[in-house]
């Protein structure tokens, strides 16, 4: 059914139950037929300050083409979101096939990546940037469970990160073999005691001779990253390499003598995130400075979030005490990994003030240090 309301999607060469985990998925039905699904993989997000909290992975919401626009989404993104409150989830992502559908379900851009094309032939390290140790290429058969092994042992900390689940390895592992050009993984570090992994295949575009393609680049420290990168660059007939998916904040430029050879070729939303449980998360990340302010939040489709929140580094309480800002649920949620800030939510009119002190006080209770990413797509 998703096939049909998603054009494109091409048929699931399997058992559909092996990427389905067991009650997470909500199906619409109009007169016993079913026209609309909602999936999510239940997996954990890495929030400011490091926490990792239960996290919904939205995925597969279709409606189809015979029953768009009577409200089939709506019933079930709604039963989701009730349904993962009353589970304890305070959070819930999703990445949207389109801008425009989300925000009335209460979530917000939190997160962004870049598409990155590196001129490979030009990309001279700088003297400093680590050499790394030695890479080899996984044997065909070690290919999946060596990259799930070597991201569990990663088990990356960044803000944004999520685990991922059997479920999600298995629509990688199928969607990635099943595509024309062979994925080939790069691994560094010695057998058993693994620090990352690339993984790529070359660019199927006729227009792309000498192109490969990362889908998945994870390392647990600098060296590891500068080794899996000089691999990528050094690879005989390949002049572009292009990344799907870098933080905005990535170092790569950074690491090289002539920045020009790195192209980002686009920025794309990536994390769409949803606060289900309102107090509980805004007390699970950490807060930066000396400063306390009262955010008031609406939520008409989760109405136990509404209220106000006392927030300071010492913590987050509800109060009854008149908020300084007020936000939907939305809002909040975009603000929430420290990606966006409040000065200029308010600035666009997303931020109701009542206290124009507390936009500058907000800012740096929810300032972090890197820019939100999460590097798994769903
Ligand atoms: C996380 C992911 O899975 S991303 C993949 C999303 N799926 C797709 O894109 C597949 C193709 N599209 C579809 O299956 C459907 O059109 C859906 C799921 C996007 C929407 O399903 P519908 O049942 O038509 O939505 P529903 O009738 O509940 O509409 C709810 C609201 O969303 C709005 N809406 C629905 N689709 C869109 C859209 N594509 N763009 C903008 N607004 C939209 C409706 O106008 C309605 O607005 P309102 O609340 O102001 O009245």
Redesign the pocket.
Known sequence: MFRI??VGIPRWPGEITAIHEPGRTFGGYVDDELV?TACAFSTRIVVPGGARLPHLA??????LPT?????????LMNAQLSDARQRGVPIAT?????G???E?YGYGVAGWNQVVEVAARRAAFRAGVPLGGPVRLARPDERWPLQRRIYERVDPGWIGAISRTDEWWATRRVRAEEDKQEPHVVVHGRPGAETGYARYHAASGPDEPGAVEVDDLVAADDVTRAALLRYLFTIDLVDTVRFGALALDDPLRLMLVDERPVRTVAVEDEIWLRLVDVPAALAARSYRGSGEIVVGVTDPVLPENSGSYWISASGVKPTTAAPHLTVGVATLGALYLGGTRWAQLAAVGRVEVAEPGALAVADELFATDAAPFCGTFF
């Open positions: 309301a998603l609309g939205v995925t597969r919401v279709g409606v029953h768009t626009r009577r409200g089939v989404a709506r019933a999703l990445r949207a096939a389109e425009g559908i989300y009335r």
